[in-house]
């Protein structure tokens, strides 16, 4: 699986767009870029997941250069709820089978704190 | 539609002493996965269920844990005896199989069950 590597902690005004950048310099042909927001006292809830290029949801967008080596993730306007730590993954399924999920390899995530 | 699942959400127990954790997947769902969540770190996977079949316990301690999905729905994790160490969140999720869903893995996370070993 290839390695991530995210800043630790981060800081936000409310109503500021906030950008995490994940690094993952070994990442292979078929690994997909997912990340993950996690609440205190909840389990990670998927937020956005892409493969090239930008993917945009309600939520978020993720910006991946050409050569996939890094992402961005991309909050708009942030709230004091987006309080949470965001976990960026980088993987494929390496038993490579249609018909069963593959464990998720989380590092320790950026934690961002939006205050008033 | 439903989430997943877990009890308890909180348990306090004395080393050495035992638990057993309990945990009911979204519908459908073929894919179970056990994560441990020591604080301050990510999610680390302990077993991955494939129905009723286990797929991964590589990081499963399995001189103290097991676990089990029999007819491949709910699923319980235990763990005996505790150690000190073993304080954490156990998180339970689940997935459906590839290509069935609308993004590449996703997967579904309860709540959580907090233990803390004494």
């Known amino acids: 699986l290839a390695k991530t590597t995210q800043p630790i902690s981060m800081d936000s005004y409310e109503g500021q767009e906030v950008n995490i950048t994940c690094s993952h310099n070994?990442?292979?042909?078929?690994?997909?870029i997912t990340w993950y927001q996690q609440f205190p006292s909840q389990g990670p809830r998927f937020i956005i997941q892409g493969y090239k290029t930008k993917v945009t949801n309600e939520v978020a967008s993720l910006f991946i250069p050409a050569d996939r080596k890094s992402s961005t993730l991309s909050l708009p306007r942030v709230s004091l709820s987006d309080t949470a730590v965001y976990y960026c993954l980088v993987g494929d399924n390496p038993l490579h089978n249609s018909n069963s999920g593959y464990a998720l390899n989380f590092g320790k995530g950026t934690s961002l704190l939006v205050t008033p | 539609e439903a989430g997943v699942a877990q009890s308890p959400r909180y348990k306090i127990i004395e080393k050495r002493q035992s638990v057993a954790f309990w945990c009911n997947p979204i519908?459908?769902?073929?894919?179970l996965y056990w994560y441990q969540q020591i604080l301050g770190q990510g999610p680390k996977l302990l077993i991955q269920?494939?129905?009723?079949?286990?797929?991964?316990d590589s990081q499963l301690p399995k001189d103290r844990f097991s676990a089990e999905r029999l007819k491949g729905v709910d699923s319980t994790l235990k763990i005996q005896p505790a150690k000190l160490e073993d304080s954490a969140v156990y998180l339970c999720a689940s997935s459906l199989p590839q290509g069935l869903g609308f993004s590449y893995n996703e997967q579904f996370f309860g709540p959580g069950t907090r233990l803390t070993v004494l």
């Open positions: 070994n990442i292979a042909t078929n690994d997909y």
């Open positions: 269920f494939q129905n009723n079949g286990v797929v991964d």
């Open positions: 519908s459908g769902h073929a894919t």
